[in-house]
């Protein structure tokens, strides 16, 4: 968070897949966390690969390495099925404002 501030976080096109109706929600907490959530209604679920979010940022100080990372992810299925995902490992970007 002295590095880089959530500028805007908008809906990604993967729930949205064959027209259906969405519901997103999204809020940006002080310390850097980002909590998403999202769901699609109708008939099926969304298949194809795709983006869910695309969160902005705006750089507030250099670093040579800040860490973006997803610590948590509970995806739930048709029926409300539970569906196995491991976050992807943390990366890190150079900051140059």
Known sequence: PQVLEVV?????????QGGAPTTFTSTAAAGGQVRLAGTRTGAGGAT????FATVNFRALAAAEASKVQVTAINPVGLAGRAVAATPGAAFSVKVVP
């Open 8 to 16: 805007d976080i908008t809906e990604d096109v993967f729930l949205k």
């Open 48 to 51: 194809n690969l795709a983006g």
